[in-house]
């Protein structure tokens, strides 16, 4: 192993003296290939020392090897094991894929009410596809008693505070158009819809079309 990094050179020394930061840092490093040569049997044997030590960051990342089989055998028990051992530690990237989890039932039975606990708490630490979710779940009466006020007001919020994520005044503008979370406003949901196309969704762009697809249609006149 040859780091190409003199920060990495430090973290592998401490490492191998039992440094549980260090351990943690130089797998993620390992993972990502950032200021070393990525290398996953790597990242593994360092992820897998810190998680023995309760590093939640590394449960989390150890977690998404075996979700996503890298480096492991594909195992969504074990997957799921990792993220709750991380998220009951408060880790809110673990929170938010313990909820999708509990969510699709995947490594553990397919629990509504669990999902949107997870989502809330994982919302409440700042993910803000957490908070869509929780919004989501309110918009649709998933796991949680109906509220399309509160889910709208979410979604508003996301809007402020992720302004660089198009996919978010997306489906605020549709909330808006087709009136899904109570408050219909067809000029509101253009403009949000609109912005979102600008800015890369193709979501938006393909609702854009449809929209004046329709129009056009209803606007067709035929004569007998």
């Known amino acids: 192993m040859t780091p190409c990094h003199s920060q990495s050179i430090d973290w592998l020394g401490k490492a191998e003296a039992g440094n ?3 351990q943690y840092r130089l797998g993620k490093s390992f993972m990502v290939g950032d200021t070393i040569p990525k290398d996953i049997d790597q ?14 960051r590394a449960m989390y990342l150890l977690g998404l090897c075996y979700y996503k089989g890298e480096g492991k055998i594909q ?36 629990n509504e009410q669990r999902a ?18 929780v919004g989501l ?3 649709k ?16 919020e996301l809007v402020l505070q992720t302004p660089h994520d198009p996919f978010f005044d997306y489906y605020l503008g549709y909330s808006y158009y087709y009136g899904t979370c109570g ?3 067809t000029n ?17 762009k393909q609702l854009l079309l449809n929209i004046r697809k329709n129009r056009n249609t209803t606007q067709q006149v035929t004569y007998f």
């Not at 990242?43 to 939640?56: F, G, N, R, V, Y």
Request: aromatic letters at 12%; a positive charge; glycine letters at 8%.
């Open 183 to 185: 408050v219909k406003d």
């Open 141 to 156: 009466g998933e796991g949680v008693q109906m509220n399309k006020e509160m889910a709208l007001r979410l979604y508003r």
């Open 20 to 22: 549980l930061q260090a």
């Open 137 to 139: 779940r309110l918009q």
């Open 43 to 56: 990242a593994i044997t360092w992820l897998e020392k810190a998680a023995l030590k309760q590093e939640p």
């Open 75 to 110: 195992n969504d028990t074990t997957a799921y094991q990792y993220f709750k051992s991380s998220a009951l530690q408060g880790y809110p990237q673990a929170q938010y894929s313990l909820a999708l989890r509990y969510l699709k039932g995947e490594g553990v039975k397919k």
């Open 116 to 133: 949107f606990h997870w989502f809330r708490k994982a919302s409440e630490a700042g993910v803000p596809q957490a908070r869509y979710s």
């Open 188 to 204: 509101a949901g253009s403009r949000y819809i609109q912005k979102a196309a600008v800015n890369g969704c193709n979501e938006a």
